[in-house]
């Protein structure tokens, strides 16, 4: 089976600190893609960063960036100058194949960014 | 901004009952997707639309779960009866194509009694 896996229930980080969410996947396919999503509390989950496992160079939007590791199969979201409104659920997933296949998501770390 | 439009956003309902959800994707998103997600873990995938036509609903409790997306656009999702283990967030969420980003919309809320 292939399965995400997120093995920080919660953390936390003071504002204009960096932090590292971690996020550890198994799959034999080759070709696939990986997510990081936020669901802030009561709205919508948005896509913060995506990587295709093709390519090398880790993917980076402004404050958020990853780190991928194909051959450990890690994925991990770091995330420089928090800010109180990075305050969410942040869930990695991975679209396995082609792309026409569904996203399958992880069980979530809870951040929380303190003033 | 386009957004992909989901009601009622709460539900509390008795066990037994029927309840439905309803799910507008953002226009022209030809694939939908309709999600669960249990408190405390990531949603789940419960049938994926291409169009009107169902591509993936392995995961759909066939026996009291039930969806439509008849003419292609808005979707419903209806659970009946109700049961206690159903109590979770719906997620609707749409995308212009299968490989393409998902846009999720604010979830309906289920309580079941």
């Known amino acids: 089976a292939q399965t995400v896996t997120q093995s920080q229930p919660e953390m936390s980080v003071q504002e204009a600190e960096t932090v590292t969410l971690s996020c550890t996947y198994d799959?034999?396919?080759?070709?696939?893609?990986l997510f990081w999503y936020k669901q802030p509390p009561s709205r919508q989950m948005i896509l913060v960063i995506r990587?295709?496992?093709?390519k090398q160079q880790n993917a980076t939007e402004n404050r958020f960036s990853v780190n991928f590791q194909k051959a450990a199969k890690s994925f991990s979201l770091k995330i420089s100058d928090s800010q109180l409104g990075d305050t969410a659920m942040y869930f990695c997933?991975?679209?396995w194949g082609s792309g026409n296949t569904p996203l399958v998501f992880g069980k979530g770390t809870r951040l929380s960014v303190i003033a | 901004e386009a957004e992909v439009a989901q009601s009622p956003r709460y539900k509390i309902t008795e066990k037994s009952q029927a309840v439905a959800f309803w799910c507008d994707p953002i226009?022209?998103?030809?694939?939908l997707y309709w999600y669960r997600q249990i408190l405390g873990q990531g949603p789940e995938l419960l049938v994926q639309?291409?169009?009107?036509?169902?591509?993936?609903d392995s995961q759909l409790p066939k026996d009291r779960f039930s969806a439509e997306r008849l003419k292609g656009v808005d979707s419903t999702l209806k659970i009946q009866p109700a049961e206690l283990g159903d109590s979770a967030m719906y997620l609707c969420?749409?995308?212009?194509?299968?490989?393409?980003?998902?846009?999720f919309g604010e979830g309906s809320r289920l309580t079941v009694l």
């Open positions: 997933a991975s679209r």
């Open positions: 799959t034999s396919e080759n070709n696939y893609y």
């Open positions: 990587q295709e496992a093709y």
């Open positions: 226009s022209g998103h030809a694939t």
């Open positions: 639309f291409q169009d009107e036509s169902v591509v993936d």
């Open positions: 969420a749409s995308s212009l194509h299968p490989a393409g980003e998902l846009f």
